[in-house]
């Protein structure tokens, strides 16, 4: 259930709101569909590294054993930051949802106060309690994205208390062209290239599955069907929502983030235009605790992350140290107090434009994370070619389809996105070019170059040798029982091997 349900949060809930705003309806789909097939393939690679060597850290532990120290150390403090910034981007969002009901800007810090407490007692309990809560959260983001595509779809044939249908009308409204939003000082394709930060940040948490996987018993069984399992699960919470979401939510809804009035998630949104009592109250509730969740899981996330770069050498030695129930304490207060203070900020901004400095950060750093993932999968098959490993070729492997085509097309897709947010960050709609919205809106990837440049000038670090490429340790022995799984399954019909995916 938390494999089904972790990646779903306040880019879903919220972000989504602030798409449809700036790039109208089809960049809001189209933006969704081509990120969801990128990270599709991305973490085909991902699981087939991951089946064969489950490593706690996993990408990046990757980068630095198929590559060097430096990448490993670029991409590792990239990626902490984009958790710590999810987390400082859950405050805002927090703060946003509370507004729905009170928007007296004078409790702005109690609000915070109350999101921190929530979010950061759970780190004080075993790591038994945090999954237990995680799983039960995780099933009701679930519950909470049925029930809206079902509610929604009602809504589209009528069935609200005002009885109006919606078709395709929102998708022609004054100031679209095609679905696309119209700004005066930018073309099209900027509406559409704004779109692929916020969806970055909104499916930004699939390659978790990595992360743990050096604590996942029987990797050769869990992995592939994680993997194999995703490309639903996006279909349905993302792409179809978000298409569900344009046919009864108008674009230039002051509600939604961007709006004049930005204090709703666009779901919420949604059902109350459609006159739905209630409902709404509800609706709202849930996304504020799957925002105490995410918040939570960041924390969770940067403080693993951390503690697997101390124990590679990467950050300080004291970040490595953990309590007698094996919690690395030192890198969950560093990553909590980080937390802590950029979620203040909101008291100083609007909720609404701190979630968007955080989501941009975030998302660019997912962005970095996934090229990172695939440059390390070509790595890995180039070092297995080298070493004459035939792992991959053994019964039971878990091979992605069509390599290296897909990867090369995940990869340029990717790197597109970025190049769009580039676009977007010096020449924003709207607004003149400036250093300041560069910065808020591109700050992770100068961070990064900086960052891997800076640590292979000190440390002169080089490219392993494919020949020397470490491809053993973290290797499981053979567990007869995942064996035995794995011939049962291969015995089974179709029709059987799918329902075995439904107890997954």
Not at 95 to 102: F, G
Not at 395 to 409: E, G, H, V
């Amino acid at each position: 259930m938390i494999a089904i349900g972790s990646n779903i949060g306040t880019g879903l809930f919220l972000g989504s709101g602030e798409s449809l705003h700036t790039g109208g309806p089809f960049s809001l789909v189209m933006g969704f569909v081509l990120i969801s097939i990128a990270i599709t393939i991305m973490m085909q690679g991902l699981g087939e590294m991951a089946a064969v060597i489950p490593v706690s850290g996993s990408f990046t532990r990757y980068a630095t054993r198929f590559y060097d120290d430096s990448l490993g150390y670029a991409i590792g403090w990239q990626y902490w930051l984009g958790w710590v910034s999810v987390f400082g981007a859950e405050s805002a969002a927090f703060n946003l949802l509370i507004q729905y009901w009170n928007q007296d800007t004078k409790l702005v810090p109690l609000w915070i106060s109350i999101f921190l407490v929530i979010t950061l007692t759970i780190h004080i309990c075993p790591v038994k309690v945090f999954g237990e809560v995680e799983f039960y959260v995780s099933a009701l983001k679930v519950v909470a994205v049925v029930t809206f595509i079902i509610v929604t779809w009602c809504i589209m044939g009528g069935a609200g208390p005002e009885g109006r249908k919606h078709g395709g009308e929102y998708w022609r409204l004054p100031g679209l062209a095609n679905g696309i939003a119209v700004h005066e000082d930018r073309s099209d394709f900027w509406s559409f290239a704004s779109v692929f930060a916020l969806a970055a940040f909104a499916t930004g948490g699939v390659e978790m599955i990595g992360i743990v996987a050096g604590e996942t018993e029987q990797p050769r069984w869990n992995m592939p069907r994680a993997v194999k399992t995703l490309m639903w699960r996006i279909v349905i919470f993302y792409i179809l929502s978000m298409l569900f979401l344009s046919f009864v939510v108008p674009y230039n809804n002051d509600n939604l983030i961007g709006g004049d009035n930005a204090n709703s998630s666009p779901f919420v949104v949604a059902i109350k235009d459609a006159g739905i009592r209630v409902l709404p109250d509800i609706l709202n509730a849930v996304v504020i605790i799957c925002v105490c969740s995410v918040g939570s899981s960041a924390v969770y996330i940067s403080s693993r992350t951390l503690h697997a770069m101390a124990e590679d050498g990467l950050a300080f030695k004291f970040f490595s140290k953990t309590d007698g129930a094996g919690r690395p304490w030192v890198a969950i207060m560093f990553s909590a107090s980080i937390g802590i203070i950029l979620a203040y900020l909101n008291v100083s901004s609007t909720g609404a434009e701190v979630f968007t400095w955080f989501s941009a950060i975030s998302g660019l750093a997912f962005f970095l994370a996934w090229l990172t993932i695939i440059a390390c999968n070509f790595r890995f098959r180039a070092a297995l070619k080298a070493q004459n490993d035939d792992t991959l070729d053994q019964r039971f492997a878990f091979k992605q389809p069509l390599y290296p085509w897909f990867q090369i097309l995940a990869f340029a897709m990717i790197l597109f996105m970025v190049i769009c947010q580039f676009i977007v960050s010096v020449w924003p709609i709207g607004d003149k070019p400036s250093a300041s919205n560069f910065f808020s809106e591109f700050v992770s990837v100068p961070i990064f170059l900086v960052m891997w440049a800076g640590h292979k000038l000190v440390y002169r670090t080089g490219w392993k040798k494919l020949s020397e490429v470490d491809l053993q340790t973290g290797r499981r022995t053979e567990d007869p029982a995942e064996t035995a799984k794995l011939e049962h399954y291969e015995s089974l019909s179709l029709p059987k091997r799918l329902l075995t995916y439904v107890q997954f």
